[in-house]
């Protein structure tokens, strides 16, 4: 059973709390959206671990080279095939037929969720730069999926930065492969199109996007208009504190190879995202 748990990677769920920010950012917290809502993230969540089982089940010989993903339960022969391909088909199935049954729109974001994955999955990793674009398109997916239970409609800036923050988390995990690459260990197909200037300059460039991108949404009038403050540009401290936190990690202590992981565990970070958190609604709220 332990096996089976890290087989769907339910730490890797923290990302699905992404369905939550269509709620998060609307400040209307009624009972029913807030269930329905948690009811995405389970469903999104199933359908999710599906698609880590399949992408483990396509890269086993690729994950045998690999010095950390050698252990997970497929590549290390702890967890049988057909049990794998048991769990994929039942956990999309329950995540997709129930979605059919609560919302026609939840329904056609997972099953786009799900039909890009396998893509993904299948070929789409293995073509440079169309990989990470692919993994921060799955992050707007979740964004989608909560907005489509809420009445409030999902605003541009979040989608914007949303992506943008997911193509920066995308490039400092491609960043480890690249230095695992450059000690004879391969891990990826399309490693080759990657290099560590490449990921270097561009997660530099990715980084100031996000800042502008951020502050330009503090600023703009209809931002300033729907939550009747002009001060939310102070948040950004956090999220400027923050974004250089991680570029530390990355370029200082070179640890950028699990996303989900470096979140769960930096206190630094965390306490930043805490922060911001507070700050938004302390200026939203006065």
Do not use: C
């Not at 974004?243 to 990690?249: E, K």
Request: charged share 15%; proline share 2%; hydrophobic share 55%.
């Amino acid at each position: 059973m332990k096996q089976i748990i890290k087989l769907l990677r339910v730490h890797q769920y923290i990302k699905n709390l992404f369905v939550f920010a269509p709620l998060l950012f609307s400040f209307n917290f009624s009972l029913i959206d807030m269930t329905n809502t948690s009811i995405v993230f389970v469903l999104f969540s199933l359908i999710a671990s599906s698609v880590y089982i399949l992408n483990d089940y396509m890269d086993i010989e690729e994950d045998k080279q690999h010095p950390k993903k050698k252990f997970r339960p497929l590549a290390s022969g702890k967890v049988n095939k057909n049990v794998a391909r048991i769990l994929i088909v039942l956990l999309s199935g329950i995540s997709l037929f129930s979605a059919y049954l609560l919302n026609t729109k939840l329904f056609i974001v997972l099953v786009i969720y799900f039909i890009l994955n396998i893509a993904y999955s299948l070929k789409l990793k293995h073509i440079t730069i169309v990989d990470i674009f692919i993994i921060a398109t799955g992050f707007v997916l979740r964004l989608f999926a909560g907005a489509s239970v809420i009445e409030t409609p999902l605003s541009m800036w979040i989608i914007i930065m949303t992506f943008l923050l997911a193509l920066f988390l995308a490039l400092a995990k491609r960043r480890d492969d690249v230095l695992l690459s450059a000690e004879g260990k391969e891990t990826r197909k399309n490693i080759d199109g990657y290099n560590l200037e490449f990921v270097n300059a561009t997660m530099v460039f990715m980084s100031g996007v996000i800042v502008v991108a951020y502050i330009l949404y503090t600023v703009s009038g209809e931002v300033l208009n729907r939550l009747h403050t002009q001060h939310l540009y102070l948040t950004s401290f956090f999220v400027i504190l923050g974004i250089m936190r991680y570029m530390q990690i990355t370029f200082v202590e070179g640890n950028s190879g699990s996303p989900t992981k470096i979140v769960l565990k930096d206190r630094f970070l965390q306490i930043t995202i805490l922060f911001w958190l507070l700050s938004f609604y302390v200026v939203v709220s006065i």
